[in-house]
Each structure stands twice: as C-alpha cells, then as structure tokens.
C-alpha cells in the first residue's frame, strides 16, 4: 500500500503439467510475471507477461463450463483433425509479454488497452511481433438474472509461419445471461480474423459458438 487507494505489486504464477518424459522438458510453464500500480480513480497498470486484455473475451460464460469451439486448437492430438481444423486459429486472446491498462469500474463497465511485443510465439503457423488491442466488458445483475459481456479488437504484426509479413485484424465478443435462481442459461460468441500483406493477404476466418 502506497496511500489510500494506491498500491503496487507483483503477482509470480507458473503451471506444472504431466512430464513428457523423453518428448521434452516443457512440463514447467509460466503463467503471469508482472508488476502492477493499482489507484481505485484511475485503474491499473501492469507490466510484465500476464493476460492481454482479450484474454477470455470470447469464452464469457456464466455457467460451470469452460469449454467453447475457440479451445479446440489446445486439444492436441487428443480430437481428431476434422474437429480442429476450423479453429486452427485462437481467436481468444493470451498471456503474452507486454504493458496492459484497466480502468476503473463505471455503471459495470470495465475499458482495457494494451500493447505486447516480441511475444514467445514461435510456432511453424503463426509468429506474432507487435499486437494493439482494446476491450470493453459489462457485467450486471437485475432481479435475479446476471448478465456479462465484452467486446474487443486487437491487430497483429506477424514475422513468421504461413502468415509471415502480413498484418491481422481481429473482432472478437461473447455474452452469457443467467437465471440466477433457477441456474437457467444461454451463452455465446462471435470472432473474425482477416489477414493483409504477405502470403495470408485476403485471408479471412469466421467463428462462433453457442451454449445453453
């Protein structure tokens, strides 16, 4: 604590998954590393490799499942091809290296910017440099039904993969509504990419998921 209404921290987070014995040694994975200055007038700053700000704005979803079509690509070898294929890109948002701002919270609105460069994505699809993203998220209750919601844009420079020296603009939204006293629900998202310049120019992918 600084002052009243002011602090500064720092938050330290890794994943331990299964050993892949001989096929690695990436069992270990870091999740957040950053600082952050807190002010309860004028939002948070951080600084260091935690979420973007369109990290999870396309999973909304106010029910016990976590599970949307845009986490298919994180299945691995587990589903098969055919079910994959369409979501080859994540349109969600990461945990990349970079600076994020939040603002306070108005009326149940929440505004988020941020900027990450050099990001550790080195895969043979997609290699992303500099990344611009904005976001704006709701969440409210009345009379016994919750609402939450968000919206946001984020570009991406890419240097590597198939989409090497080509530019990404991406949309990307979902919303839940829920019943409280009865658990009833229905939720739901759209993205989409397009790709400028480079081999990916014209390039365009849609997705969408609904639950209920």
Known sequence: SIRPGLTAGYNFEFGVSADNGTAGNDFISLRHNYVYLDSETVGRVSLGHTSQVTDGLYEINLANTVIVPGDLNEGGSVLNDALTAPWEYNFDGDRRQGVYYRSP???????????????????????????????????????????????GYRHEDYVGGIAADSEADVWLGSASVMHMPTGLFVSGGVSNVEWDGGAADGAEQDGFWVMA
């Open 105 to 151: 919270t108005l009326a149940g609105f929440v505004f988020s910017a941020g900027y990450s460069h050099d990001s550790p994505e080195t895969s043979a699809t997609y290699g992303r440099e500099d990344v611009w993203e904005v976001a704006l998220r709701y969440a409210g209750e009345f009379n016994g039904v919750r609402l939450a919601a968000g919206v």
